[in-house]
């Protein structure tokens, strides 16, 4: 067994069946493109305000169980920009001297740093914010977040938005992680172009695979791009969320369950219904942020490599669940242990495929050897694990995820869905 696994005791398999500790071999995708009829959507914030968070710190239970207070002796994502392609990002209290404005592509009244659905605001908070006059606590709240404001939802026209121009714009400017907690059901060619731009000048992307799982499913764009992480949500027990879609596009899964979210336009409340891959997302980018603070001279590749390496799960990574991808994201091995192996800088993890840049916002690392085993490329056939991790915290890795329970995910979809093969995609 190799040294990062060590330690680590799974139990379940993908169909829930008792096996002995995994082997890790290689990693696996591609993407299909099924340009399906949709409109681009939030993909976020559960639909109505509940219960007013009254405390919002004991509504963040992923602080506890990521280990934040320890992550944070080590690393709290200082040095390191996060893009949040959004509604924009007010400054609350929360987020004084966090933001920074990029760009604003609406026609709306204010700018970048004018959040005119609290949602962008919400994503910002859960990356970088400070947590002061009683607002939400970012997992990197020493990393920076700049503002692309767009038009996201229905209530804009069929087009959706124009995040193709702010993924542009996010890739020209100095921020080396791209946080996108939105999707689409169409696949544009404009976005296309932007994301393959945004690879080629060395950014790290991430973006909500969608919330419509028991609905349609459809493919989620930006998230299906090969050269994007796509995020599912999970809930305090690592059970992938019951609105969390599917397919060969996931490749990672962070907390997305009850979390607390803003409740109004005007910032004056937390709601505890912060459901959605969107939160996932935001929460991806930032332990993303604390790995690349503690390494500056790793590019987008060795960062995202090592999450991957490092994730929870109890199936082999060469055969990534369709609903969790290579598991549950935790950034303590790395920080805490040293564990992951970051591969090479001009490689893509998740196609396997030399990229054209391999930047690091600073300087990139000479060399570093490849792993032992290459993870099968973003698009490649594999099979449909469904089943999260259910490894157990031990002395040297500290948080695992989760410090309750066995981590055990049962997405119940019909006894069918364990056995399907993933289709290939062609983007």
Known sequence: MSEDVQGMEPKFDRHGQWVEPFSRSAR????????????????????????????????????????????WKVSTGKGIKVAVIDTGVSETPSLEGRVQPGKDLTDLPGGSLDDYDRHGTTMAELIVGSGRGGGIKGLAPGAEVVSFRTNLGDKFGKEGSRDAEAIRAAADSDAQIISMSFGSDYMYPEQKEAVKYAASKGKLMFASVGNDREKKNFIGYPAAYPSVTGVSAADKSGKVAKFSERGDYVDLAAPGV?????????FRSYCDDGDGTSAATAIASASAALIWSKHPNWTANQVLRVLIDTAGRDWPKNDPSMYLGYGLIRPAPNLLNGKGSPGPADVDPLTNEKTPSAGTGKEASASASAPASSPPPKGATGGGAVAASNTKPTQND??????????????????????????????
């Open 28 to 71: 696996r995708f591609a993407a299909r493109v099924g340009s399906t009829v949709g409109v681009l959507a939030l993909v976020s914030i559960a639909l109505t305000p509940s219960a007013v968070a009254d405390d919002v710190r004991s509504q963040q239970w992923h602080l506890d169980a990521m280990g934040a207070d320890d992550l």
């Open 258 to 266: 009850g979390l607390p979210a803003w409740c109004d336009e005007t």
């Open 398 to 427: 500290g948080q695992l995820w989760l410090i309750v329970g066995s981590i055990t995910a049962a997405a119940v979809i019909g006894g069918s869905a364990f056995a399907v093969m993933r289709a290939r995609r062609r983007v």
